[in-house]
């Protein structure tokens, strides 16, 4: 078994965000993992992470779970994307901020992560 830390979670929840600000508040989970080495190592560079440390912690997941939190408080909605799937099978899916999200971000609040036992 084992874990996820809150910690990992605030930095993929902070990159989230700063994707979403530079992309008009829309992004296609594709941006974060595509199977491909160079969109990883984008990933684990805007989370500030080496190589070793994002591939040891799992940092696509960290992401999706980052997401998947951030939806339950308000601050993004996940929409599915009928037919598509990722580089591993899975549905595709955008991550989009909404309005409530963009008002707590405006306030400076930011989502609640907790450690997670996998």
Known sequence: MGRMYASNLVRAADHLVRVLDASGGRVHYSHFYDG????????YAGMGLDTKQGEWIGAEGVMDEAAATMAAQG?????????EKLADGEPAYAIEVTDEGRRKLAA???????????
């Open 36 to 43: 491909t080495d160079q969109t990883a190592e984008r990933l």
């Open 75 to 83: 601050f993004v909605r996940i929409i599915w994307l009928e037919g």
């Open 108 to 118: 400076r609040q930011r989502p609640t992560f907790r450690d997670l036992d996998l």
